[in-house]
């Protein structure tokens, strides 16, 4: 049984709207306007235990209402959700014993305080007992090396500290499930390959089932090993991450090291980047042979080397996205 089931799963609000000023505000009290935004429509899928999902799309797509939604904040308006076979709206307070959730924008741990102080503060309200708690909790400070941080106030930490201190709140319980809202926002490059890295050795070791949302792609690269696609509320891919670059890369960047600049016009592709050593060029592979591409360029020049190079998936992602932006 999937441990994740979304069925025709909608989610609709009535947002009120005024015009500026104090005489608008004044007769929006008598006659308030309100319109429907549809955030969530129909969506439907499944998550099988241990899965690692990245659940991707641009601003304002649904992702992060279908993690509410999850997690119990907020309830759908039509439609059923089981997650680890509890509604988690109606049965929150049971849920929230095999779940963590961690949301980059809003912070769980007290502001003013060291993480350590909330994180005693977890362990007696999931009940843990005290042996196992320092044990846990030793485990994941080893692994998220946050030792110097534990009796730093909250709020003198860097975002990237904060991120790593708040991923090991949401673990301290051993959750099932780990339901992650753009954890690596804001982060720089190491920060991000550490939360990357523990994640990842997280999911494949206790099997966690992580749901990702994220416009990081190289989150998406090195963990999702299944990638859903939501914009406007709708799912418009849900397949394995690799099958995304598969079914969406039609051209490839063959990058030529040469011995001497060549003064050439090239009949294949387009050229994206030229120096006097190197060429690179962007190949339709439906229209252009790669090998004729390979004997156009060693026809007319010493060629060094050749690199070639699938499309960048964040181009093909944005494709997507313009896609159906257009047929909305």
């Known amino acids: 049984m999937p441990i994740i089931q979304l069925t025709h799963v909608s989610k609709i609000f009535h947002v009120k709207q005024k015009q500026a000023g104090f005489g ?3 007769w929006s009290l008598f006659k308030p306007r309100y319109t429907t935004i549809r955030a969530v429509e129909d969506i439907s899928f499944s998550v099988d235990q241990g899965e690692f999902l990245a659940l991707i799309g641009p601003n304002g797509a649904g992702k992060s209402t279908t993690i509410k939604m999850l997690t119990g904040i907020l309830m759908p308006s039509a439609g059923t959700i089981d997650v680890y076979g ?3 709206f109606d049965q929150r307070q049971q849920l929230a014993y095999h779940i963590g959730a961690v949301y980059g924008s809003r912070s769980q741990l007290w502001y003013h305080l060291p993480a350590q102080d909330t994180y005693d503060l977890f362990a007696r309200l999931y009940d843990l007992d005290d042996k196992a708690y320092k044990e846990r909790l030793d485990f994941l400070v080893t692994t998220f090396d946050i030792g110097p941080l534990l009796t730093i106030p909250v709020r003198k930490l ?3 500290q904060r991120m790593r201190c708040e991923l090991v709140a949401s673990l301290l319980h051993k959750p099932k499930v780990l339901l992650l809202d753009e954890p690596t926002i804001g982060l720089d490059l190491i920060a991000k ?3 990357r890295t523990v994640l990842k050795q ?3 070791t206790e099997h966690t089932t992580v749901v990702l949302t994220s416009h990081d792609v190289g989150d998406i690269e090195m963990l999702a090993r299944r990638t859903i696609i ?5 799912i418009v891919f849900d397949n394995a991450t690799e099958q995304l670059k598969r079914q969406f890369i039609t051209t490839k960047i063959v990058e030529f090291i040469i011995e001497q600049p060549l003064d050439i016009t090239w009949p294949f592709g387009t050229v994206i980047e030229q120096t006097p050593y190197c060429i690179k060029i962007a190949v339709d592979t439906k229209k252009t042979a790669i090998a004729d591409v390979m004997s156009f360029a060693m026809n007319h020049g010493h060629i060094k ?6 499309e960048p998936l964040e181009n093909i992602i944005a494709a997507m996205y313009r896609m159906t932006q257009g047929a909305r």
């Open 158 to 160: 860097s975002l990237g």
């Open 193 to 195: 390959q550490q939360v």
């Open 305 to 310: 080397d050749i690199n070639i190079y699938d």
């Open 230 to 234: 939501i914009n406007h509320g709708t």
């Open 24 to 26: 608008a505000s004044f």
């Open 202 to 204: 997280l999911n494949e």
């Open 86 to 88: 509890y509604n988690p």
